[in-house]
């Protein structure tokens, strides 16, 4: 099959050139990003209403949403969580499901619902395609010495955050700091009273005054004319001299029974940047945008922006993603180039020969630069899986070459001319390069069936990798056998330097050694078959006690954290422990800047959190890791009095879908909430205890203070008052009621009511509020009404439209997932949990244990294509077992190496695993090949043929072992930014190369003959 390429060299190499400059381009036009785009279509569904109670929020706005959305083709997941004003719905779809037809369900149940949802909603339910676990990736902060927080957040919504939203594969602009403009009326409820009027009557006359109607044109013989009027009123000027009345023939002003002034429309909201009041502007990708896309965008657009706001509005970038991902996949591309320096000087050592390097120096990076040409057709990027792929691809592709080289070498090396030694060598061995790609591919192709996230996440190295192999094997066959014929000459003894005489000396002692060994191994088969079963028994063992994670935590340099305090705090009080958190952090010499708010938005869902996002500095100007910095900051924090602050690594894969105060999550679900309390209580109790576990909390907040108003329902029916008037009149006055809306050129503002703040007191606010009874006097609430204090639930959560608990949980120090995940069913099982609540590990955790249950069958049966492609290749049933025996000492070597590293088996480390049963194949493949044919042509026996072969493919076995090896190095070695991500990897092939070396070189032949025995006596009649 390379004949027509040897002879025509010309068309050969242009082919190569064309295979090259499409590598090129292509590469130019790559996407980058951390990793493969891969996530949940999500979808985020807001609605809010001031004021309202956790309960109020999930019987009237969240059941009403949830019955509609339970019937949408395609969901995976919908979880729910009602707050004080707050609705938050997220809705996770199958994989499957295209994230723009997920929309449109999510838009027709929204409008399915519209006619339960309650009538004074200020806004209906609002949707983004975002999911809300994702971090921002870039964070900005707006400031300013002289400008009001209300004008600053003015210009932030509509200035900015309107435009950047625009951008593709923007999900979600959020403005956190809650300083958006409004007019607010604090109205004193006993001067009303003393007028005989009510704070329904201010609403009305408010929401009367302010109106913005069409009103018509006149269209005259020859002029035409618009009707417009002072309708409005546009600030606190016009509405406090609004008369509400008039007592004694003359007019009750607004501004005399209130205080009207421009503020804020949410006095519980606050944002800082570092410990400044600022405007933060967070922006969320939707699932499966580029993160590196989206801010670079971003960035693009900003001083465009920027130019539009007053000069002393400062805009400064708090947090940006992607400044790790470049580095990290900077990195990756580093060590990719180290890798094939290393490559190429072990090839020099071994050849001893410029030209002879020369070759397969070619053959290596026009498989990988040509590899860029098939990554762009498929949509894929350059992310730190395909990097890593293509870093370990250094060792594979360099096989093909250096055994083609070193066939054709041993012909010329006996005298045979270049070309025909070129012809007849790459003859022999194309079968066996052949075999060497088709195995090598095989193994990769449970990869690329593995389901759920984590197969679509490994499709992408799997298919780069088995790209690039697949062209090595093409330029192995073509452009490597046309050098070969044309640069490689006999180099006589004599002429051979000191290098080469010292290396070739050294060489062949290493070859008479083994030849020494390997005669002693043959004459003790039965110690040696001995020695294979117990590398078997033993990698068993080790393969069932090591500690098992999933994906290694990584130093993105992003510290998200969850400040909680207790349930009963007041906004003020929450702000100044906030305030204390971020001082106390700031002073770490490792974090560089943090931006931070409090109050219910949308993201935060109670008063008594907060949220933090701390950027550290540069790994290069720190002296910890991420987690390392987390431990400090949680020590040092301790003394921050009234609040604690949960933090955990930003990470580049994110496989939840509600935010969580540590990385992994359980969830327990009920019908009956009782039940569900006292059982959540029972799990952290007990959880708590376990050495394996650490951070165990839940998000049940049942703590929160209450005041239950008790009508007396016969008092207020003789009055004419209904619990409609009542809940108007609380509502008005402690509800921050939107009772108007001003309407401008570029956004929309409200009018909020609420009493002076001296009237909102616990002990007589209701003394002080009044309604007017059927005889027009008005009545106090205190007459008709008892408060009794009792304790309620900051948050109602559901699942599926189940109450839920979420417990989050840390492994222990020093402890795996594994090992926590068990500690976590032993505590469970011991309670004997009742059926009716219903228990599962959430997001990554539950990833975790379907990928745990997955690794045995996905290794099975990648064993089991390689051999039935064997089979194929060989026409045999046992040589295939042949080969196959080389991977438990491969597997061995590599789980031995995670050992005393420290490392878990994680799914980087398992595809290194099943790598490895590419690699050592192939050496085994090249001892089989030429034992057979030996058998087969020359008519040797069995013994002398597969000793014969072991010597003569000792160098090219050895060559590519150590290419492989040494192709891993920078993974396993490298530092920097994503280094815990390659580290695995590189880790788990060098010891499973170290090991299955040592012993396969002898094994293999031993086996080789028990097969070939068992064969001879089964064909004995």
């Known amino acids: 099959m390379s004949e027509p390429f040897i002879l025509r060299p010309v068309a050969t190499s242009l082919l190569m050139l064309a295979l090259l400059l499409a590598g090129v381009l292509s590469y130019r036009l790559l996407p980058v990003s951390a990793l493969p785009e891969v996530n949940y279509p999500t979808i ?60 449109q369900q999510v838009q027709a149940a929204i409008n399915a619902a519209a006619n339960l949802l309650p009538s004074d909603l200020p806004n209906p339910p609002i949707y983004n395609k975002v999911n809300p676990a994702d971090t921002p990736v870039i964070t900005l902060a707006l400031t300013s010495d002289t400008v009001p927080l209300t004008r600053v957040e003015d210009l932030t919504d509509t200035r900015l955050a309107q435009k950047l939203s625009q951008l593709p594969g923007v999900g979600l602009v ?28 201010v609403r009305t006359a408010v929401a009367a005054a302010n109106v913005n109607l069409p009103k018509g044109s006149f269209d005259g013989p020859r002029q035409a004319y618009t009707l417009n009027a002072n309708d409005q009123r546009l600030s606190s000027g016009d509405y406090a001299p609004l008369i509400i009345a008039y007592r004694d023939g003359a007019p009750l002003r607004l501004s005399d029974v209130a205080h009207v002034f421009d503020g804020a429309e949410n006095v519980r909201q606050a944002a800082w940047a570092g410990t400044t009041p600022a405007v933060i502007l967070n922006v969320q990708r939707q699932p499966g945008a580029n993160v590196i896309a989206v801010v670079d965008s971003v960035r693009k657009l900003l001083p465009q922006l ?87 691809a250094t060792g594979f592709v360099v096989d093909d070459a250096i055994v083609m080289i070193e066939n054709i070498s041993r012909y010329i090396e006996g005298g045979t001319r270049p070309l025909d030694a070129a012809l007849k060598g790459s003859k022999q061995i194309g079968f066996t390069i052949l075999s060497l790609t088709v195995s090598l591919i095989a193994v990769l192709i449970p990869l690329l069936f593995m389901g759920d996230v984590v197969g679509r996440l490994f499709r992408e190295f799997a ?121 106390a952090v700031l002073e770490d010499p490792a974090v560089e800047g943090l931006s931070s708010f409090i109050g219910v938005d949308g993201t935060n869902l109670t008063q008594n959190s907060g949220r933090m996002l701390i950027t550290l500095k540069p790994l290069s100007r720190r002296d910890a890791s991420a987690t390392e910095v987390i431990r400090r900051l949680q020590a040092s924090l301790v003394g921050v009095p009234g609040i604690s602050l949960s933090l955990s690594p930003v990470q580049d894969l994110t496989l939840d879908s509600r935010v969580s105060r540590t990385q992994y999550q359980y969830s327990l679900s009920s019908p009956d909430a009782a039940e569900l309390d006292t059982w959540t209580g029972r799990l952290v109790e007990h959880l708590r205890t376990r050495p394996e576990l650490t951070d165990v909390a839940s998000d049940l907040q049942n703590g929160g203070l209450r005041l239950d108003v008790t009508l007396d329902r016969d008092t207020a029916s003789r009055l004419g008052i209904t619990p409609q008037d009542i809940d108007d009149a609380l509502y008005d006055a402690f ?66 439209q189940f109450p839920v608990a979420i417990v989050s949980f840390n492994p222990g120090p020093d402890m795996s997932l594994s090992q926590a995940v068990a500690a976590f069913d032993g505590v469970r099982d011991r309670l004997r949990i009742p059926a009716s609540v219903q228990t599962a590990f959430e997001g990554t955790a539950r990833t975790f244990q379907d990928s745990l249950a997955h690794e045995g069958f996905l290794v099975l049966a990648a064993v089991v294509v390689v051999y039935i492609v064997l089979g194929v290749l060989y026409e045999s049933y046992i040589h295939p077992l042949t080969i196959l025996s080389t991977l438990p000492s491969a597997c061995l070597g590599a789980l031995l190496a995670l050992r005393l590293c420290g490392m878990e088996l994680g799914m980087i480390a398992l595809i290194g695993i099943i790598l490895l049963i590419g690699i050592v194949m192939k050496n085994a493949i090249m001892m089989i090949d030429f034992a057979l044919e030996a058998e087969r042509v020359e008519k040797k026996p069995a013994l002398d043929a597969i000793h014969e072969a072991c010597l003569l493919r000792f160098r090219p ?57 068992l064969a001879h006596r089964r064909r004995r009649p």
């Not at 094939?340 to 990076?365: D, E, H």
């Open 735 to 800: 509800g921050q009621r939107q009772v108007s809306t001003i309407f401008t050129q570029l956004n929309q503002y409200r009018v909020v009511l609420e009493v002076l703040p001296a009237l909102q007191r616990v002990d007589t606010a209701l003394d002080n509020l009044y309604l007017r009874s059927s005889a027009g006097g008005p009545v106090p609430l205190g007459t008709l009404a008892t408060v009794s204090r009792s304790q309620g639930p900051l948050t109602i959560n559901r699942q599926g």
């Open 957 to 1013: 076995i050895l060559m590519t072992t150590m290419a492989s090896m040494l192709g891993a190095v920078p993974l396993a070695l490298g530092g920097g930014i994503g280094s815990e991500l390659r580290q695995p990897l590189g880790i788990a092939i060098i010891g499973g190369l170290m090991v299955s070396q040592l012993l396969t070189l002898f094994t293999t032949p031993v086996i080789y003959l028990g097969f070939d025995a």
């Open 174 to 201: 959020s403005i956190s700091g809650g300083q958006r403009p409004a007019v607010r009326i604090q109205a004193n409820g006993p001067a009303l009273a003393a007028h005989g009027l009510t704070l329904e009557d």
């Open 306 to 392: 920027q130019a539009t706001l007053p000069a002393q509005v400062k805009v400064t970038v708090l947090s940006d993603r992607t400044t790790t991902i470049r580095a990290s996949v900077s990195d990756v591309q580093r060590d990719l180039m180290f890798s094939i320096a290393l490559v190429v000087g072990v090839i020099f050592v071994f050849l001893r020969n410029a030209p002879a390097t020369f070759i397969p120096s070619v053959a290596v990076p026009l498989s990988l630069v040509g590899t860029f040409a098939a990554m762009s057709l498929l949509g894929f990027s350059l992310n730190n899986l395909t990097l890593m792929a293509l870093t370990i």
């Open 463 to 583: 298919i780069t990798l088995a790209v690039t192999i697949l062209l090595s094997a093409v330029v192995s066959l073509t452009l490597t056998p046309m050098l070969c014929s044309r640069l490689l000459r006999r180099h006589p003894t004599e002429e051979d330097s000191r290098f080469e005489r010292v290396v070739g000396g050294a060489f062949r002692g290493l070859v008479q050694r083994y030849d020494t060994a390997l005669t002693w191994v043959l004459r003790h088969r039965a110690l040696t078959l001995l020695m294979a079963a117990a590398t078997l028994a033993l990698t068993a063992l080790l393969l069932v006690t090591i500690p098992k994670g999933f994906f290694p935590v990584q130093d993105t340099g992003v510290l998200q954290g969850i400040s909680q305090a207790p349930p009963s705090i007041s906004f003020p009080a929450m702000a100044e422990r906030q305030q204390a958190l971020a001082r």
């Open 44 to 103: 985020q569904v807001l609605t809010f209403q001031p004021g309202a109670s956790p309960e109020v929020m999930a019987s009237g706005v969240t059941a009403p949403l949830e019955r509609q959305f339970g019937q949408m083709p395609g969901l995976n997941q919908m979880t729910s969580s009602s707050s004080n004003g707050a609705s938050v719905i997220t809705l996770q779809f199958t994989l499957q499901m295209s994230l723009d037809i997920a929309e």
